[in-house]
């Protein structure tokens, strides 16, 4: 009787040595959850960790230091979703109560890593490229180099002098004789240059090289004949699908004169020379297709070559002209594209 109580004494000394070695391994120790049963509970949560970082928790029962009629050890096993996952390891507790005894044991495991876990990837910066000129929305439309197919149709019924009577000395009058040409351009149109020029002056320039057709619905002459070659300024803006134009246009043609006829005042022979000038605005469908609307005026006359057998009094006239323009070939790539 005196040994084993010794034997207690000794025990119940040495518990709280014990009991502190092992609580003084595990520094971190969250949360310790206990529970009076004969079972032993034993906790074994899993840490998700950035990546693909996963961490093995081993949790090992202390033997049953009971009576070996005792039942056996039961686990239980909780879903680590639910557990808290601390940030600098895993402790598992291992709580065991038996009988009367109520020893308390707390293993500690450290948390390790797969071979595969990799640190996360600083994601690089993103440089943007801003376009320091302003957005050009024209530049697929006027460009060096571009053809285009035209067609040009007028109706000029208002007779005016010859503007031009002031630099030659003639007088700035008219004959009672009056006409309506309806002039038909067909032209292929030749784009000289880039767009270029300061403000509203900015634009390019294109060469026109036409085919015309002109009937005379008033007038003795009944039809007119011409090859005529021009230059035209479009005024281009960067975001304006309108632009306008001023154009001039020289030329030679055929027409059935009348005045070596009898008709006074009529053409005096049937070779000629035109002159047109016009302007108008240009409005652009898309890259391909554009329509165009202004006012031409259009000079015939012989140059005084009929003088002095028929006099030269020519045809001046002005009026309303339309027309339809379409890019011949393809697009224009540009180099930053």
Not at 229 to 237: A, K, L
Not at 306 to 324: C, D, H, L
Request: aromatic share 10%; with cysteine.
């Amino acid at each position: 009787m005196t040994a084993e109580l010794s034997l207690l004494a000794l025990l119940a000394s040495g518990m709280p040595l014990k009991s502190q070695s092992i609580q003084d391994q595990a520094p971190r120790l969250e949360e310790a959850s206990t529970e009076l049963s004969d079972d032993l509970v034993v906790l074994t949560p899993d840490v998700g960790l950035a990546g693909n970082a996963q961490a093995q928790v081993t949790a090992t029962a202390l033997e049953n230091v009971s009576s070996p009629t005792e039942r056996p050890t039961r686990v239980l096993h909780r879903d680590s979703s639910n557990i808290p996952k601390p940030s600098d390891g895993v402790v598992s507790c291992a709580v065991s109560l038996h009988g009367t005894r109520n020893f308390l044991h707390i293993l500690v495991a450290k948390q390790t890593f797969l071979d595969d876990d990799k640190p996360n990837e600083v994601s690089k910066p993103v440089v943007r490229v801003r376009n320091s000129e302003p957005v050009d929305l024209n530049r697929n439309i006027y460009y060096k180099n571009r053809l285009e197919f035209g067609v040009d149709v007028g109706y000029l019924p208002i007779n005016i002098p010859f503007v031009f009577d002031v630099f030659l000395g003639d007088g700035y009058t008219m004959t009672p004789l009056r006409y309506t040409l309806v002039p038909i351009f067909a032209s292929v149109r030749w784009h000289m240059d880039n767009v270029g020029g300061w403000s509203f002056l900015r634009g390019n320039w294109d060469m026109s090289f036409t085919a015309s057709v002109t009937a005379i619905p008033r007038g003795p002459e009944t039809r007119y004949f011409s090859y005529i070659m021009g230059i035209r300024r479009n005024f281009v803006q960067r975001t304006w699908k309108i632009a306008p134009y001023f154009d001039g246009r020289l030329g030679l043609g055929n027409i059935d004169a009348k005045e070596p006829l009898g008709v006074l005042f009529a053409q005096g022979q049937d070779f000629t020379f035109t002159v047109n000038m016009g302007s108008g605005v240009r409005y652009n469908i898309n890259p391909r297709y554009s329509i165009s609307a202004g006012l031409n005026w259009m000079h015939i006359s012989n140059l005084y070559l009929s003088e002095p057998k028929f006099a030269n009094y020519g045809i001046n006239v002005y009026g309303p002209m339309f027309g339809i323009n379409m890019r011949i070939g393809k697009p224009h790539q540009h180099n930053s594209e």
